[in-house]
C-alpha cells in the first residue's frame, strides 16, 4: 500500500509538500507517478520518476516550480510543490506501476497497480 501525508491549504505563491510512504515493495523497482485530479475534472498525470534512472518526467505546466524526490532507507516519494497557483488546487495521488516511465502520463492512470489514499491541495488567490 501507499499512505499519502501532508498537502493543505496555501496561499498563491506558497509551498506544500507530500509525502507517499510505500510498503510491500521497493520504490526502487518502480515507477512512481504523481496525478491530481481537480473537481470536475479527470485525473491527470503530474509526473512519472523512476529512483532506479534518475528520471523524472513532469507535467508542462508544473515543470520548474515541482520537484520529486525519494528517500529509498524510507521507501518514501516526495513532491515539492513551490509557486503554487490556483489552478493547481485539487486532489493529489501517488501511485506506483510496473510499467516504465515514459513520459509524466505514461503509464496512463489505468496502467497504475495501486494508488494513496489522495490528500487535497487546495490554493487560494
Known amino acids: 500500500p501507499l499512505v499519502q501525508s501532508g498537502g493543505g491549504l496555501v496561499q498563491t505563491g506558497g509551498s506544500l509538500r507530500i509525502s507517499c510512504a510505500a510498503s510491500?515493495?521497493?520504490?526502487?523497482?518502480?515507477?512512481m507517478g504523481w496525478f491530481r485530479q481537480a473537481p470536475g475534472k479527470e485525473r491527470e498525470g503530474v509526473s512519472c520518476s523512476e529512483t532506479s534512472t534518475g528520471t523524472t518526467y513532469y507535467e508542462p505546466s508544473v515543470k520548474g516550480r515541482f520537484t520529486v524526490s525519494s528517500d529509498t532507507a524510507e521507501n518514501t516519494v516526495f513532491l515539492q510543490m513551490n509557486d503554487l497557483r490556483p489552478e493547481d488546487t485539487a486532489i493529489y495521488y501517488c501511485?506506483?506501476?510496473?510499467?516504465?516511465?515514459?513520459?509524466?502520463?505514461?503509464?496512463?492512470?489505468?496502467?497504475?497497480?495501486?494508488w494513496g489514499q489522495g490528500t487535497q491541495v487546495t490554493v487560494s488567490s
Open positions: 501511485g506506483v506501476s510496473t510499467v516504465i516511465c515514459r513520459s509524466y502520463n505514461q503509464p496512463t492512470s489505468s496502467q497504475y497497480d495501486h
Open positions: 510491500g515493495f521497493r520504490i526502487g523497482d518502480h515507477a
